[in-house]
């Protein structure tokens, strides 16, 4: 525990202006972002005597071992640089809201040629109109299912398009009258985009227009004796009037506004959100927080706020905002919205009237939720706990677990050899901390000599972060592995799609960033932030017995590396083995510590099956195109969208190759030499019938899928995966 005065900025070193302001802890990561209007009066208020600090305040300045922060000219330039450094750094003692990402949307493609609706999750895509959030993805999907009466938008995915684009028949609900098939060239892509449009429209409130055009049109259908095409205007006018009561009037004006409320006690404070459109609940959303600080109503409003409306502009943020507290100051909040919607926002408390009652609905939900959360969580924060001093107890160690990594190698018969690296903190999934690994030092297979690699290049990172940072101060030779062998030793590492990792000190950093996300690719070199080695766990788990836990613990004393715990969990028996012991230590099966290290074992073991068949698809896939330096996805696309085909581009001649945008003739020369020496694919049988097909490659690959079709067993039943 650090004391707050060892770091204190010395008098006058402050500057008396707005800014925002990072905690960092010994580790360098960031722990704390904040902002203030006066950065000299906010710090003050940090290092008084701790007795006179909140709980968590005292805990976060005590955890902290510097502090610095970035001059700004406004408020409003400080709300802004807050909100990037939380979301860029994730700090520990920040206000975190959970589920954000899980709510569905309604979203509508504008940014395709034929534009489509569908549930989408997670973060909002560029041209894309979205609405909700709903609480769950079948309410959007029957407000659809009323909706395509009227507005037969296309909802299929794109290889359904495009298959029925290629056969010519549309889908089921072409046939049905539920979507207009432009597939099949039914409706121009403007008359097509044009209905999405007015899908938009009645979603966002503009409802009136659409009913009495329908209306008219009855009548007047009627008036003509088209009393089948009247009927089908009525079941069209019914189905809208059925999705509008869906979500029923709660504001007879007409307003947009987001209403948001919170219920909070000393620990946690839950938040509730209700999207108001055309007087109508169009969405709802709810968080629940840790009150990691001591912040009161208005400082979580604010937060939520930051949370709201961070990535959105223009219609997104609501011309007005109904908050049960104001944040102070509230100027600069209201500003900032402003700023994001284009014209003005108002920001208030309702004080009397429907709003005001729509607001204690509100309120009533998040109290709720809040109750709802304390009931889950009791019983979840418990068992963590015994889980993590069970194992504590069973492995001797001085302290709780509080981050485990744990290890596993997998392999195809001793092909495409990978390794994976899980993390739990608090016993918990944190999969941003993810990495994956590809083993370079060796060919074949030997998953202990894979073990030692692994755990000797992730601590390596580790050691030379420290001696980046400043921590490690024994000299250079504390970098060494005891043979000589510096810490980046640029054993030619690769990130996980291939590409050149990231070098360090003038080494690779054999590290690839890897979650349920795409590949960031690189690994950034500013301090604190959250995808580091520089944090290391209190225990490594390996998936396996003795060799590979004798393994992990060489590679550690390697490196002079002594204050990590290490363990081992065979799969056979679930026995825990440790390193030096003849005996391994049996946890009763009932154990809520043997629970949580087979889900950590089970979630490497996951992790690294996942990227291991990655990998072996691609290997399979690989066509002759791979083959030829220089030509990266974009040009190959480019030739297989010119020729059709493989087969097509290898009989074209180096002129016609040259037709290809982007294609020089030195290139297509290549291309032409590449393809001549490649061995065409033998053509494929249909083992029912003898029938041999036509080995004419398909349009949307590069590769040479011609093979012999065979009913032999798949890859995966005839070598055995680790």
């Known amino acids: 525990m650090a004391d707050p005065s060892s770091y204190r900025p010395k008098p006058g070193q402050i500057p008396d202006s707005p800014g925002v302001y990072r905690f960092r802890d010994e580790h360098r990561r960031v722990i704390y972002v904040g902002k203030a209007k006066s950065l000299r009066q906010r710090l003050a208020n940090y290092f008084q005597d701790l007795a006179g600090l909140h709980p968590r305040t005292r805990t976060m300045v005590t955890t902290a071992a510097s502090v610095e922060w970035t001059v700004v000219s406004t408020e409003v330039e400080a709300l802004q640089l807050e909100y990037s450094w939380i979301k860029e750094y994730d700090p520990r003692f920040n206000v975190k809201y959970r589920d954000d990402k899980s709510y569905p949307y309604l979203a509508v493609t504008m940014n395709e040629e034929y534009p489509r609706v569908q549930v989408m999750r997670g973060h909002k895509k560029k041209g894309v109109r979205y609405f909700g959030p709903y609480a769950h993805a079948w309410a959007i999907r029957d407000t659809v299912d009323l909706l395509l009466r009227v507005f037969p938008v296309r909802t299929c995915s794109a290889g359904v398009f495009k298959n029925a684009s290629r056969t010519g028949r549309p889908c089921l609900l072409g046939y049905i009258g539920k979507c207009s098939a432009p597939c099949v060239g039914r409706i121009s892509p403007e008359d097509h985009r044009e209905l999405a449009e007015e899908f938009c429209d009645f979603m966002t409130g503009r409802t009136g227009t659409y009913l009495r055009r329908l209306e008219k049109q009855m009548v007047e259908a009627a008036d003509e004796m088209e009393y089948e095409r009247a009927a089908r205007l009525r079941d069209d006018i019914e189905a809208l009037k059925k999705a509008m009561e869906k979500n029923a009037v709660v504001l007879a004006d007409a307003t947009d506004a987001d209403l948001i409320a919170v219920a909070e006690d000393e620990l946690e404070a839950a938040v509730q959100i209700f999207h108001v459109r055309g007087g109508r609940v169009r969405g709802q959303r709810g968080w629940v927080t840790d009150k990691v600080e001591d912040v009161t109503t208005g400082a979580l409003v604010e937060h939520a706020l930051q949370q709201l409306y961070g990535e959105e502009r223009g219609d997104s943020v609501p011309k007005e905002v109904l908050v049960p507290a104001l944040p102070d100051p509230v100027e600069p909040v209201q500003e900032w919205l402003t700023e994001r919607r284009g014209s003005n926002v108002s920001l208030r408390i309702p004080q009397r009237g429907d709003k005001k009652d729509l607001m204690a609905t509100v309120a009533r939900n998040a109290q709720q939720a809040l109750v709802l959360h304390k009931t889950k969580r009791a019983s979840d924060l418990t068992t963590r706990s015994r889980a993590l001093e069970e194992i504590a107890e069973a492995l ?12 596993d190698i997998s392999h195809l018969q001793g092909d495409d050899v990978v390794a994976s690296m899980v993390v739990f903190e608090d016993g918990l999934q ?72 990231v070098r360090s000190g003038g080494g690779a950093a054999g590290l690839a960033d890897a979650g349920e996300a795409p590949l960031t690719g690189s690994l950034k070199d500013d301090d604190g ?21 004798a393994a992990a613990r060489r590679a550690l004393d390697e490196l002079g590396i002594d204050d990590i715990a290490v363990c081992g969990l065979a799969k056979r028996l679930e026995e825990v083995w440790l390193p030096d012991d003849d005996d391994p230590v049996v946890l009763p099966r009932s154990s809520e510590g043997l629970y949580l290290l087979q889900r950590v074992r089970d979630e490497a073991h996951r992790f690294a099956i996942t990227y291991q068949r990655t990998k072996r698809a691609k290997r399979f896939r690989a066509g002759p195109l791979d083959e030829v330096p220089g030509l990266g996805e974009t040009r190959k696309q480019a030739l297989i969208k010119h020729f059709g085909s493989v087969k097509r581009l290898r009989a074209a001649t180096v002129e016609q190759i040259c037709e290809v945008p982007g294609i020089g003739r030195k290139t297509a020369e290549t291309i032409a030499a590449a393809l001549a020496l490649a061995v065409p694919p033998a053509p494929a049988v249909n083992t029912a019938t003898g029938e041999i097909i036509d080995d004419e490659e398909p349009d949307d690959t590069t590769g040479s899928p011609g093979a012999p079709v065979t009913s032999g067993a798949p890859e995966e039943r005839r070598g055995q995966e680790t």
């Open 529 to 549: 932030r959250p995808k580091r080695f520089a944090y290391p766990p209190q225990l490594v788990v390996v998936d396996g017995g003795q060799p590979q836990v």
């Open 396 to 407: 001797d160690l001085d302290s709780a677990p509080l981050r485990i990594e744990c290890y």
């Open 430 to 501: 944190r999969k941003s901390e993810y990495r994956r690994f590809q083993i370079k030092g060796f060919e074949g297979q030997d998953d202990v000599r894979s073990m030692h690699e692994v755990i000797t290049r992730r601590f390596r990172r580790y050691l030379a972060e420290k001696e980046r940072t400043g921590e490690w101060t024994d000299g250079a030779d504390a970098l060494t592995d005891g043979t000589g062998t510096a810490v980046a030793d640029g054993t030619g590492t690769a990130l996980a799609d291939g590409t050149p990792a």
